[in-house]
């Protein structure tokens, strides 16, 4: 895996694969932008709750030593998050990443309806609290595009929307 210009890249395991299947995604791919003081977080499948909560400790790290100031959590192909990776979310993770003082974060919304669900329910949950512009995106370059801009802007507003 190489990297490009200002742009760090890494992954977080692999789920396990049939041999006759094409190389599976990882769990997780992590880019850090230097440029633009972003994180992108791509996520897919059923993660399990020590792949997800490492990366999103790993991510913290990243965004403190190199100064993150938007993040981009790609769901698009992520399924359910864990009851208990959840409140872990709740209790221990958002805690340490609004220490950050991240400016923008954007979520490409998955397709899987049970990962909407849990977003939405800790979103709503961390909302009063929430220090971050926050918008939802249908594809990943209209999510990145925005939080790497200097203004505010209207979100995706196709959210859950059916074509």
């Known amino acids: ?13 692999t789920p396990n694969k049939n041999k006759e299947m094409e190389e599976p995604e990882p769990y997780l791919h992590l880019e850090t932008d230097r440029l633009h003081h972003s994180l992108v977080l791509h996520w897919n499948g059923f993660v399990p709750s020590e792949v997800y909560r490492d990366g999103l400790m790993e991510a913290i790290q990243d965004s403190r030593k190199e100064g993150i100031q938007s993040w981009v959590m790609n769901m698009k192909h992520m399924k359910v998050i864990r009851q208990a990776d959840q409140e872990w979310t709740l209790s221990t993770w958002f805690p340490q ?17 049970f990962n909407q669900m849990a977003v939405s329910s800790m979103i709503a949950t961390i909302r009063p609290r929430f220090h971050a512009e926050l918008e939802y995106f249908q594809e990943l370059d209209s999510a990145v595009r925005w939080a790497q801009e200097n203004k505010g802007s209207l979100g995706d507003l196709r959210l859950f929307s059916v074509k």
Do not use: E, P, T, Y
Request: charged share 15%.
């Open 97 to 113: 990443f609004q220490l950050l003082g991240v400016k923008r974060l954007a979520f490409v919304v998955s397709d899987d309806i």
């Open 1 to 13: 895996m190489g990297c490009l210009a200002g742009v760090n890249q890494f992954q977080v395991a």
